[in-house]
């Protein structure tokens, strides 16, 4: 749990008293006084907004038409997102991904946070270089490509369904070749997948190393390898 490591008093200081706490909170903003947040916030959570924040944003102003906060944007992603820019659906996926984690999860000093003993992790946590453990370039493994390569890579099995029952429908419907010579005596045209059923309807595995060659392409387009 988290109080089971060394330093997790460091952490959790021990709370006050419900009643005493919403006293002192009630007595301090009366007296102006700005709240100050608490040391999981301030030391873990803020670190890892501050890198969320700066990924996209570079500066929250006021709007002075309604008072609320204006964040602006870097002035590279106003139009559009580039494809190497990280989101919050790639960070979601690095944090949902146990091997992932444990392998990119740095401390300042370069170690990895999980090669630490269990019950000394929760009290590194203040250590952890967000910056470099959530960089794009660790964390993104789908580019965001503004192109029909994106869209093939994520229907790719769709396509190739649909191609296939496409060809065998084809081969299906059109049936033999004429066996006897056209009228004017020149020679029969070769059939385009073969004179013969069978051949017909093999020819049409030839779908599945098109569709790779395609999805190997879509896959370069979106991952970068």
């Not at 959570?45 to 964040?71: A, L, T, W």
């Not at 444990?102 to 370069?110: F, K, T």
């Not at 203040?126 to 470099?132: F, L």
Request: proline share 9%; hydrophobic share 45%; net charge negative.
């Amino acid at each position: 749990g988290p109080g089971a490591g060394p330093g997790a008093a460091w952490l959790y200081p021990a709370p006050a008293p419900p009643v005493l706490a919403e006293s002192a909170a009630a007595a301090a903003l009366a007296a102006g006084a700005v709240p100050k947040s608490g040391r999981f916030l301030s030391r873990i959570v803020r670190p890892i907004y501050n890198v969320v924040f700066e990924e996209c944003y570079e500066s929250v102003d006021v709007d002075p038409g309604n008072g609320r906060d204006k964040k602006k944007m870097h002035p590279e992603l106003v139009n559009f997102l580039p494809p190497d820019v990280a989101n919050y659906d790639d960070w979601n996926e690095f944090f949902c991904d146990p091997e992932r984690l444990v392998e990119g999860l740095l401390l300042q000093d370069g170690a990895r946070l999980f090669d630490l003993p269990h019950g000394a992790r929760f009290a590194a946590l203040s250590r952890v270089d967000w910056q470099v453990s959530l960089d794009a370039a660790e964390t993104k493994t789908h580019r965001e490509i503004h192109s029909l390569w994106g869209v093939f890579a994520s229907t790719h099995r769709v396509w190739l369904l649909h191609t296939v029952l496409f060809l065998l429908a084809v081969c299906a419907v059109t049936g033999d070749p004429p066996a006897t010579a056209p009228s004017d005596g020149g020679e029969a045209p070769p059939a385009l997948l073969g004179s013969q059923p069978a051949v017909r309807f093999a020819a049409v595995g030839l779908a599945v190393p098109a569709h790779s060659i395609l999805w190997g392409i879509a896959r370069w387009h979106v991952r970068g390898a």
